[in-house]
């Protein structure tokens, strides 16, 4: 049988001879059905008119998409460690050419996402890699396609040795990030997906509720995220899709964005 896949926000269910009722993480407020109605897919019919994409993003780092865009249109990141890969966030499909690629970079050893928006299908691709799958407690209730490989952590998580796997809360409350030490030339790369949303100005970022529907957060949740990053020595921040970096000074660009979120909710128009 099948394991559906909801057309819009790209997570796969489990594999029932008719898909689900309906996608809970599309009638979640942060997302939405399609305007034409809840659609299912599945790989296979995925995989006939989209392809998987690998690019490099720096040495150690590479960007996993699916051409042409489905979803939320999002990209993946391979992050290759001598202690082993993780896959950061997810995406909808697997095919032959991208699994013998990733196999070749040394295969997945963990797989963890920032956020539900992302689960893609990750059971699916960690069957493919006898990997295992890390989930914040927090967003338990969204895991739509249980499996054997999912570990629950509370507040962090070590996906492989030297990395971590940070709560950090706001878009949802198990919101997570992924910090690599050894990326940016070994300045330290931070993994956001849009827990942390890189912005069209690339040096800086957004904090929201909700991105489609344009919800925001409270400022003292923007302060808690900028606060829970500050533990990490960082340059680079890697964002959820194809060529949302902040290149350079990612600290710096969380404070500065933080800052200019809250004052623009007490009314003030700093200049940057
Ligand atoms: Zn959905």
Request: glycine share 10%; net charge negative; with cysteine.
């Amino acid at each position: 049988m099948p394991a559906w896949i909801c057309a819009t926000c790209g997570v796969q269910y489990p594999d029932t001879a008719q898909p689900p009722a309906a996608c809970p993480i599309c009638e979640d407020e942060r997302q939405y059905v399609r305007w034409g109605g809840q659609r299912w897919t599945t790989m296979a019919e995925l995989g006939r008119d989209h392809a998987v994409v690998l690019r490099e993003e720096e040495p150690g780092l590479t960007g996993v998409g699916v051409d042409p865009a489905f979803a939320i249109g999002q990209r993946a990141l391979l992050v290759r460690t001598p202690g082993g890969n993780v896959l950061w966030d997810c995406i909808s499909l697997l095919d032959e050419p991208a699994r013998q690629q990733i196999q070749d970079a040394g295969g997945i050893d963990a797989i963890c996402m920032s956020h539900p928006h992302f689960y893609g299908a990750n059971v699916d691709l960690a069957d493919a890699f006898n990997a295992r799958i890390l989930i914040p407690r927090a967003d338990q209730q969204w895991i739509q396609r249980p499996s054997p490989r999912i570990e629950l952590f509370d507040e962090e998580a070590e996906p492989v040795r030297g990395t971590t796997q940070a709560r950090i809360g706001g878009h949802f409350d198990g919101a997570a990030v992924l910090h690599w030490p050894a990326g940016s030339d070994g300045r330290g790369a931070l993994l956001t997906g849009d827990t942390i949303a890189v912005v069209q100005d690339r040096g800086w970022v957004s904090f929201m509720w909700s991105y489609p529907n344009l919800i925001p957060l409270d400022e003292a949740t923007v302060r808690s995220i900028a606060l829970r990053v500050g533990q990490f020595q960082f340059d680079r921040i890697y964002g959820g899709w194809w060529g949302r970096v902040v290149v350079k000074d990612g600290p710096d660009a969380i404070r500065r964005s933080a800052d200019r979120y809250i004052a623009r909710m007490h009314g003030q128009r700093p200049g940057r």
